[in-house]
T-cell receptor, first 114, second 112 residues
Framework: DTGVSQDPRHKITKRGQNVTFRCDPI?????LYWYRQTLGQGPEFLTYFQNEAQLEKSRLLSDRFSAERPKGSFSTLEIQRTEQGDSAMYLC????????????FGPGTRLTVL | DAKTTQPPSMDCAEGRAANLPCNHS???????VYWYRQIHSQGPQYIIHGLKNNETNEMASLIITEDRKSSTLILPHATLRDTAVYYCIVLNSGGSNYKLTFGKGTLLTVNP
C-alpha cells in the first residue's frame, strides 16, 4: 500500500497526559497537512509542511500542540496536557507541490480523552 | 476561498445515478472545484476536481455550469458502498493557498 498511513488508528488517554501521533505521507509528496475533525463536522486545517518547513499554523493549534517533520518525510503531532475538548479524529494528508496537486488523506487517528 | 452550499442529505436507489449539487456563487476565476467523500470513520477520499470544463474519471463525472457558480457531481451507477458524506470544496490553487475548507457536506444514502 503506497497511500498515506497514520499510527495509531485509535488512542484513548486520560486528561492531562501527552500523546503523539505519526503520519507517513506518500513517498514522493513534499507537502504534508494535518487536519482535525470533530463529530458531525468537516475536517479543519491545523498546519502544513513543505518538506521539513512548517509554513502555516491555524489558530486552532494552541500552544499545547506541536508538529514536526524533521527530515521532510514522516511527521509527528504531539498534544501536551490533553483536555477532553481535544477528542477528535486527527487526519493527515499529503500532496505534491504543483498548483493543482491533490491532497490525499490517511485513515486518521481517533483520539478519546477521558 | 469561496463558500459552498450543499444540501445536508440526499437519497438514491442502488443502481441509479446520484446527482449531488453544489452552489459556489462567489467562485473566482482561478479557483478549482474539488470533491471529496468520507465514508464513516475513514479519512476523506479524493473523487475529482475541475476548473471550467466538465471532467470524468473512473469514479464520477463533474459538471460545472458555464458561469461556474454551481456544479454537480454525478455517480453514474450508485452502489451501497457509495453511502458517504460528500464534500464540495473550492480551492485557489494559485500561490500558496492550499488549505481545504470543508463544510458539512451532503450525506448521500444509497438504498437497496
Amino acid at each position: 500500500d503506497t497511500g498515506v498511513s497514520q499510527d495509531p488508528r485509535h488512542k484513548i488517554t486520560k486528561r492531562g497526559q501527552n500523546v503523539t501521533f505519526r503520519c507517513d505521507p506518500i513517498s514522493e509528496h513534499n507537502r504534508l497537512y494535518w487536519y482535525r475533525q470533530t463529530l458531525g463536522q468537516g475536517p479543519e486545517f491545523l498546519t502544513y509542511f513543505q518538506n521539513e518547513a512548517q509554513l502555516e499554523k491555524s489558530r486552532l493549534l494552541s500552544d499545547r500542540f506541536s508538529a514536526e517533520r524533521p527530515k521532510g518525510s514522516f511527521s509527528t503531532l504531539e498534544i501536551q496536557r490533553t483536555e477532553q475538548g481535544d477528542s477528535a479524529m486527527y487526519l493527515c494528508a499529503s500532496s505534491g507541490s504543483g498548483r493543482t496537486d491533490t491532497q490525499y488523506f490517511g485513515p486518521g487517528t481517533r483520539l478519546t480523552v477521558l | 476561498d469561496a463558500k459552498t452550499t450543499q444540501p445536508p442529505s440526499m437519497d438514491c436507489a442502488e443502481g441509479r445515478a446520484a446527482n449531488l449539487p453544489c452552489n459556489h456563487s462567489t467562485i473566482s476565476g482561478n479557483e478549482y472545484v474539488y470533491w471529496y467523500r468520507q465514508i464513516h470513520s475513514q479519512g476523506p477520499q479524493y473523487i475529482i476536481h475541475g476548473l471550467k470544463n466538465n471532467e470524468t474519471n473512473e469514479m464520477a463525472s463533474l459538471i460545472i455550469t458555464e458561469d461556474r457558480k454551481s456544479s454537480t457531481l454525478i455517480l453514474p451507477h450508485a452502489t451501497l458502498r457509495d453511502t458517504a458524506v460528500y464534500y464540495c470544496i473550492v480551492l485557489n490553487s494559485g500561490g500558496s493557498n492550499y488549505k481545504l475548507t470543508f463544510g458539512k457536506g451532503t450525506l448521500l444514502t444509497v438504498n437497496p
